[in-house]
């Protein structure tokens, strides 16, 4: 599909992620190679699951909804 390949290099950098901070690597390597796994699936997330109109809808309230 159109996301495997997102799908794929998300779980590579997050195993990278993994292995880098089992083997000893500087923490900063580990942190930003987990931090992109982590972004990657949040937007992954995002344009996948979440419908086009929903964060339009959650701001919008009709006149005599209470806040």
Same mark, same amino acid.
């Given at each position: 599909?159109? =996301? &495997?390949?997102?799908?794929?290099?998300? +779980?590579?950098?997050?195993? !990278?992620? *993994? /292995? !880098?901070?089992?083997?000893? !690597? %500087? !923490? +900063?390597? /580990? #942190?930003?190679?987990?931090? &992109?796994?982590?972004?990657?699936?949040?937007? +992954? #997330?995002?344009?996948?699951?979440? %419908?086009?109109?929903?964060?339009?809808? =959650?701001?919008?309230?009709?006149?005599? *909804?209470?806040?």
């Amino acid at each position: 599909g159109r =996301f &495997a390949p997102w799908t794929v290099a998300r +779980l590579a950098v997050t195993a !990278a992620g *993994a /292995a !880098a901070g089992l083997v000893g !690597a %500087p !923490a +900063l390597v /580990a #942190f930003a190679l987990l931090g &992109a796994g982590e972004l990657i699936g949040r937007w +992954l #997330f995002y344009v996948t699951v979440v %419908p086009l109109d929903m964060p339009g809808s =959650f701001w919008r309230h009709p006149a005599e *909804a209470p806040r």
